[in-house]
Structure formats: C-alpha cells, structure tokens
C-alpha cells in the first residue's frame, strides 16, 4: 500500500450560484491513510465541496480524481470508492435499519451475507442491536447518523467522507466515531471530514485545510497553521480565529 | 394572525411555482388543457344531445325518456364526484390537520387554534378537490349545454359547485378529528385498512341494488309508465347529490329561482357542518393534535408477509435492481395512506367492470348490435387509459417525490441516474400493463364484435397508453419532483400531477385521431370494400405514425425527467 498515493485531487473547482462564488478556485491533494479535515465558518463552502466530491453536485468547473478515476468521466468506478455520512441524516424512513443497509449494500454491489454480518457487528458497536426490527422514522437524529455512518462502509470504502461526524451524537458515540475514524486511517483509508467542533479536528486530524469564502485560507499539519497564525502553542480553536478574522479583514477593510 | 393570513406562505409557495416555470410550458399547458376540457365538453355534448333525443325510441317517447336518462346520468356523476372528494378529503384531512412539519410551529406560537384549523381546512380543500373539480367541471357543463341552459345557470352553478365540494371536505374533517381522538393519528394504518373496505363493499352493495341495467332497457319494467316512474326516483333520498341534482336540473330548465330554493337543503347542511367542525375544532383539535405527536409509527410488522411475497422473486435479479425495487415496494406497502387509495382505485375498476357488463348488448336491435359493440371496444382501450393514468397519477407519479431528501443516498452511489429511473419505469409497468390487460381482457369478454381484429386493437391500445403513461408518470414525476412532500396524495394533487394528467389525456386524443381514419375505413368497408394504395397507403402511414409519436411520447418525458434527475443538488 502506497501510503504517498493520492487518494483525493481537487483540480480547479469552482461553483457558481448565479452571482455568488460558492467554491473560486479549489486545489487539493490528499494522501491514502490520511485523516484530513476540512474546516471553515458557517457559509464558506465546506458542504459544496464535499458535495462535488460525492457526486451529489456538478462543479462550475474543474475536476476531481477519486484515485484514479475523473469522478465525471467515470463516476460509477469513483464512488465505488467513497463512503459518504451526510450532515443531515435523511434516511429512508419507512425502512428497518437492517433492511436501509440491504439497500445500501445492493448500490455498491455488495453481497447480502457481508451486509447482513458487516450490518450486525455495526448495529452491535453502536447499541442499536435491539432496535433493528423498528423504522428508522422512530429514531433520534444521533441514531439515524449511526446508521447512516454503519452504511457508508458496508462497501469497505478507501474513502470516507463525512460531513459533521459528532452533530447529535452522545458523548459515548462522539469516541466511538472518533476511534473508528482513527482505526480507518491506521488500516489505509482515507477521511475527509468537515466539522466544527475543533477539538475534533485538533485531536483526529493529519491535516487540517480551513476555507473562507469559498478560498482555501491555510492548509497544514497543526503546528504548521500555528505558525500561519503567528501564535505558536495555541489551540486550533484560536488559531483558526485568527486565520478566519484576518481573512475576512483582508476582504472588508475598515 | 387570521386563517387567510395564515395560508399565505402556501399563495407564496404557489405563486412562486407558475413564476419560476417556463413562460412556453405553461402556455403550452393551458392549450393542452383547454383541448382536453373541449374534447370532453363536446364529445360528452354529442352524446348527451343523442341520449336526450333517443331516436330508437321514436318520436314521442324518445325525448321523454332521454332527458330523464341525462337527468340519471347527472345523478350519477354528481354522485362520483361527491364520494371521490369524501372519500380524498379524508385522508387529506389527517395529513392536513396532523401530519404537515409547519404544525409545530404553528402550534407553538400565539396564533388562536381556531385560526389554525381554518387554514388547514381552506388547504386540505383545495388539495382534495382542485383536480377532480377542474377535470369534472367541462363534463357538468355539457350538461347545462345539452339541457339548453341560459348564461346565467353558467355563472350560479359553480357557485353550487363550490358549497358542493365544500360538504365532504367538512365531513371529512369532521371525521378525522373524531379518528384523531380515539386512535393515534401515526398508527392510522389499521384505521384506513378498515375504513376503505367498509366503504368499498358498502359501494359494491349501493351500486347492484341500483341494478342500473334496468334503466336501460324497458324490457325489465312491467309497461312504460313504471319505467319512467323508476327513472324519476333518486338514487339516494336525502343525499347532497341529490340535492345538488335536483337543484342543478332545475337550473339548467332555466328555472332560477325554484333551483335556489331547491339548493337550499344543501346550503343549511354545509352551514350546519361548517359550525360543528369549528366548534369540534376548539374543543378537540389542539389535543388531538399534540396526542398524534406522542406516537409514533412501528408498522412494520403488518402485512410483512405479502411485502415479503412481492419481493422475493427480485432475489434473482441484479443488486441494484434488488434493492431498488424491494425498497420500492417497501415503502408503498408501509404508507399509511395507501391501501385507502388502492381501495379507492378498485372501487374505480370495479365500477367500470360492472357499469360495462350490465349493459343490455344483448338486447340491442340487430341493426344497430355491430356498431354499437364494435365502438365501445374501440373506445375500450382508452377508457382502461384513463384508468391506468389515475393509477398512474396516485402511485407511480410520486414515486421520485418520495424518494425525498434521502435521495442523497442514490445520488452519491454508483448507480446511475438512468439505471435508477428504468428500474422505476420496469418496477411499476409491469403491474400497470397487466392490470391494463386483465381489465381489457375482462370488458372485452361482454362484446360481441364483427371482426376480431378489433379486440386485438383495443389490446394494442391499452399497450401502448400504458407504456406512454408509466414513461410520463415516471419523467413529469422526476421533472416536478418534490423531495420535501409529506404524502404521495399531496405529490398527486400538485400542479405536476395535473401536468401529467393533462399530457396523458393529450396521448389519448393522440392516439385516437391517429386511429380514426383506419376505424373510418373498418366501418365504411361494411357497405363497400374500398380498395386500392392510396387507402394502404394512408392506413400504413396511420400505424407508422401511431408508433413514432408513440415512442416519442415515452422517450422525451423519461429524457427531461432523467436531465432534471442529474442535476438535481439535494440539499
């Protein structure tokens, strides 16, 4: 396993709402094996790209390599190889979360037995085991996202993308996720996440990129944004402050 | 707040949907509904203005017993309309007044619950009536035309039309409050289950203890003085249709005054419901409501076992075609709502069925047997059309909708968006064309064509309408497709399930024009056999075009509808 591989290359991305630039110009690369995450105020453009990268949504421009597949030229082969947590977990309401993970599993053209044993141990790590027989619709948001987080690897993905991983989670599930999100990486996988609980990022991420206004602003490892910042020794909570008021000052001079 | 105020956002909501379409397609929309509404008023005209006039029946006794056949035959209609809105606005009420997302802000703020109810009550009613309303109205004024009416029964009998329509949506929601208080709403299932088979068999029993054949053939009646009697008795004493029955008839003789006075029962019942739903409402609705959001459905279990037996031959097929369809038919059997609408839709077969195999074929001189059959076969095809395309707009239309915001999940898997509309498109034809099939199969067995070839066309027909149909069920559901719709009835009533019905009653007219001529050929050849190539070459070019504009019909639909479906950005 080529730990130097990249895994994600975001090649020019641009998205346009009309006027508004929602993404001006993305470029990224991202390692197998890395816990990269994404991090920005609320509006700068963090979903969008995670969107792009899913299939979900079409770029203005630009292009994204999922390995080595053109996500647009080939995106069947693409998104065989991602796992996606929405922020929202909007699942199939009327269905069983036994049977969200057999439908789940059929789009990835997964076998039903590794579904049905991949589904069990997860149900089991997030103490939903005794809750498979009930509609998803009766469930709390946490517990959808655990379903929705124990769908998105049926498939064994190289890539987990997870947008806001510990909203409505209970605190118990918040390190659950945690050291699921660290197993992935420590067996080769790739996690991008966005979140805003910083403490999170500071604590899971290799790498962490912070976006404003649909810009990339700093991109590095922790003590590398604290030297962006000039405030060697900080938390990230106050060295991405830092990085987000200078940005906006530089764009609204008083 | 008042209640108008209240139903502003919904105007918004409205205003904003005609605003942002295309100017092209809805002008384009208004003349193909303004063709279907001709072709309906004028086609249903001619067969009144034959009907009243009875010509078989000669001179003197023709006129007199046509018009009481029209009369009947509004009767009836009248009473379709009046069951089909009762029978909606019951469901509609529950989603309404109970199930819709803005309740619970509603009802955490300081607006009176009085206010509330009446603004769910103005949009349940819309919701439950504009269709059927718009699609009936151009029948009932054939009516008023056939019966010779002046302008002004034109302007007072919509108003009629509006008190009308407003009874069986207070029934309803006078019944869903009183549903609401004894049973929890989310677990209704059970409910409606029960409801629709107590109104479909008390349906079934009305329908044969009219024994409607009777009426058409004096044969059954002792002398002509007992069959008139019996066509001048109501169907149903003391009913709203009647009523509006008796009151429109008089309107429509151009007798005013005496149709106001006979609408009157009508009015003071309406008034009566209006006061007692309010009051119900003060009284009951706030509780009712915070009680259905304790509950919360776990319906799994029920009917698990037919669930299991329609998905289990999908077991053999591709994964994804697998999952798709089994989460397809998954969530049709789980909706709450849905078997009241299957009822309803067997009643609608069923009423078809049976209106067909009573009619006294049989009895019909022989001059006139040939014809006759030979048309209503024809016509067959069509009519188990407009069938299919009501199924259509109830089950298969919303099924993009209800994919709802979940619809990530397909989105960002590899299934591709076409994959996924051809599983749909395969999932939901296959039991449309066998319906289709069966029903034809079924009415066609009362016939007595000249030529068999005329049964292979009326299959032919109800083919090809249902393949057309499910491809616009499937693209004008993905083209207007809601994904934040609470209820497959709301999705059916919006105004992409009016699109869909206006397109699919436009495919019908299409396919008719384009098979009048080789009719016209197949009846004239009676008489003389015209040969000859510019006759071949006309009845080919008619096959060859039905075929092209048939193929279109199922293409561009499901084309646009693919389009919008990719780039389609869920939230």
């Given at each position: 396993m080529n730990q130097n591989e990249t895994m994600i290359r975001f090649s020019e991305i641009k998205k346009q709402y009309g006027d508004f630039s929602a993404l001006k110009s993305i470029n990224l690369d991202i390692s197998r094996g890395e816990l990269f995450g994404f991090l920005g105020p609320n509006g700068a453009g963090k979903t969008t790209l995670i969107r792009i990268l899913t299939g979900i949504i079409k770029p203005t421009s630009g292009k994204v390599f999922v390995g080595s597949f053109d996500l647009f030229a080939e995106p069947d082969k693409a998104k065989s190889m991602l796992g996606y947590v929405p922020d929202r977990p909007y699942l199939y309401e009327k269905l069983t979360p036994l049977e969200y993970f057999d439908f789940m599993g059929g789009l990835y053209n997964v076998p039903a037995e590794k579904i049905q044993q991949k589904g069990e141990e997860m149900l089991k790590i997030f103490s939903l085991w005794d809750r498979r027989h009930e509609l998803i619709e009766s469930f709390s948001h946490g517990m959808k996202q655990k379903v929705a987080m124990s769908a998105a690897i049926l498939h064994d993905p190289e890539i987990f993308v997870v947008d806001e991983p510990t909203v409505g989670l209970d605190p118990r599930s918040v390190k659950l996720a945690k050291d699921f999100f660290r197993e992935l990486a420590n067996r080769g996988k790739t996690v991008f996440l966005t979140t805003h609980t910083l403490s999170v990022a500071e604590d899971l991420c290799d790498r962490i990129a912070i976006i404003r206004n649909g810009d990339i602003v700093a991109l590095g490892n922790l003590e590398e944004l604290q030297k962006r910042a000039s405030m060697p020794g900080n938390d990230l909570e106050a060295v991405f402050l830092k990085i987000t008021e200078e940005e906006q000052a530089t764009i609204n001079p008083v | 707040m008042n209640s108008f105020q209240l139903v502003g956002p919904a105007i918004k909501k409205l205003r904003r949907v005609f605003s942002t379409r295309n100017r092209k397609v809805l002008y384009s929309l208004l003349l193909g509904s303004l063709i279907l509404a001709g072709a309906i008023y004028y086609g249903l005209f001619r067969f009144l203005d034959y009907v009243g006039r009875a010509p078989m029946l000669g001179e003197t006794l023709g006129p007199i017993v046509g018009s009481l056949l029209v009369s009947k035959l509004l009767e009836m209609l009248l009473m379709t309309v009046f069951f089909m809105i009762l029978f909606s606005s019951v469901i509609a009420a529950l989603s309404s007044l109970f199930l819709t997302d803005e309740l619970t802000v509603l009802m955490s703020s300081p607006t009176s619950i009085g206010a509330i109810f009446r603004s769910r009550l103005i949009l349940m009613t819309v919701e439950s009536s504009w269709m059927v309303l718009i699609f009936f109205m151009p029948?009932?004024?054939?009516?008023?035309?056939?019966?010779?009416?002046?302008?002004?029964?034109?302007?007072?009998?919509?108003?009629?039309?509006?008190?009308?329509?407003?009874?069986?949506?207070?029934?309803?929601?006078?019944?869903?409050?009183?549903?609401?208080?004894?049973?929890?709403?989310?677990?209704?299932?059970?409910?409606?289950?029960?409801?629709?088979?107590?109104?479909?068999?008390?349906?079934?029993?009305?329908l044969r203890s009219l024994e409607a054949e009777k009426l058409l053939n004096p044969s059954y009646f002792k002398d002509v003085s007992q069959y008139l009697l019996s066509l001048q008795l109501p169907l149903l004493q003391y009913s709203p249709s009647t009523w509006l029955h008796q009151a429109s008839m008089t309107l429509f003789r151009n007798n005013t005054g005496e149709a106001i006075w006979q609408f009157m029962p009508l009015f003071l019942v309406t008034a009566t419901c209006f006061i007692i739903v309010n009051i119900m409402a003060l009284k009951v609705y706030r509780y009712s409501w915070q009680k259905s959001m304790e509950a919360v459905d776990n319906q799994v279990r029920s009917l698990e076992w037919v669930r299991c037996a329609i998905t289990w031959p999908f077991r053999f097929f591709k994964p994804d075609f697998r999952v798709i369809a089994s989460k397809e038919i998954t969530i049709f059997m789980r909706d709450p709502a849905i078997f009241s609408q299957i009822f309803m839709m067997a009643a609608i077969i069923f009423v078809y069925g049976y209106n067909l195999s009573i009619l006294p074929l049989k009895d019909i001189p022989t001059l006139y047997s040939g014809e006759i059959n030979d048309t209503l076969v024809f016509l067959n095809g069509p009519f188990i059309g407009f069938i299919i395309a009501s199924i259509g707009m109830r089950f298969v239309f919303p099924s993009i909708s209800m994919e709802g915001r979940a619809f990530w999940a397909v989105k960002s898997s590899p299934v591709n968006p076409r994959r996924i509309l051809q599983i749909k498109f395969i999932v939901y034809l296959v039991p449309m064309l066998l319906l289709g099939v069966i029903l034809c199969a079924v009415t066609n067995s009362v016939f007595q064509v000249s030529q068999p070839v005329l049964f292979w066309l009326s299959y032919i027909n109800v083919i090809l309408i249902t393949l057309v149909i499910t491809s616009l069920a499937i693209g004008v559901g993905a083209i207007y497709a809601d994904f934040a719709a609470d209820s497959p009835l709301k999705i059916a009533g919006s105004y992409g399930g009016f699109v869909y019905m206006i397109l699919s009653g436009l495919y019908v007219i299409n396919l008719l024009a384009l098979e009048s001529y080789p009719m016209y050929r197949f009846f004239h050849s009676r008489f003389f056999v015209v040969r000859g190539p510019t006759a071949m070459i006309l009845l080919s070019l008619s096959a060859v075009l039905l075929l092209a504009c048939t193929a279109a019909w199922i293409y561009l639909p499901f084309q646009k509808g693919l389009e919008t479906i990719e780039n389609y950005e869920p939230e």
């Open positions: - | 029948a009932l004024l054939a009516f008023a035309t056939a019966l010779k009416a002046n302008w002004i029964a034109y302007f007072i009998f919509p108003g009629f039309m509006f008190i009308f329509v407003l009874l069986p949506n207070l029934t309803g929601a006078i019944a869903a409050l009183l549903l609401a208080s004894f049973f929890p709403v989310r677990q209704m299932k059970k409910v409606f289950q029960f409801l629709s088979i107590l109104v479909l068999t008390g349906l079934i029993f009305f």
